[in-house]
């Protein structure tokens, strides 16, 4: 066996901002909450899930929050302001992808297509109305929408979620551009498929873990912590010249043609 080389780390320090994330209860933005707070961030973490906030740190801030609510997302964004002072970062994570949505569009329920757009996509755009106001005050901040692979390339059956994490990556441009001069950046991430109970709840759906996990030229899922990485990379100085643009963090997954030849199963 060849000796293993040495590898680089980054460490990063966030004393004293404020992250505001939502979906923070479970997943990628439990990972992002989690990651940020080590850091020593100041963190708020909005979410529906009052009984999961309960496994949170005792140090992460638990707002209850239906992100399909413009009032609930400004009350969150009002408490944070009047708590810390201020919004440093907000991330858009809150999303959902039941199996119910795995349908071609004339058999999809439209109680379906209302539920995931007013959670994945007007949730994100009221986030970021109610936080804009105060970076704007501020002239500073970073806002980083977690968007999917989904939304650069699709599959049958996904006729809702694809179409709209596009438009999540379509909102970072559009808001990264109108904002710029105001000092404020905002970008989005893609992860691949990532080892979450939102990817595990529908893997089936994806045609089963083995076969998921081989689509992707590493071999493997991406680990939440590593989107949590990502996020935080974009949130900081070292990437001050970024903004209206995506970061795909899918282990190779968009390179990957539809006509190459697979990789062997494992």
Known sequence: MPKSRPVGHIRYDNT????????????????ICEEFLASGAVVVCCDVDAENAKSLSPKITFQQCDTSSEDNCHVAVEKTIERFGGIDVLVNNAAIQPPETYHPLHELSTDVWRRLLSINFSGYTYMAKCSLKQMVQQQSGVIVNIASAQGHRTAREVGVYGPIKSGNIMQARQWGIEYARHGIRVVSVSPG?????????CIEEQGGASELINRHPVGRLGNPTEIAHAVMWLSSNDAAFITATDLEVDGGLGAFAAFADPYPSP
């Open 16 to 31: 004293d901002r404020v992250i505001l994330v939502t979906g923070g209860c479970s997943g990628i933005g439990r990972a």
């Open 193 to 201: 498929a990532i080892d979450t109970p939102l990817a595990r709840a």
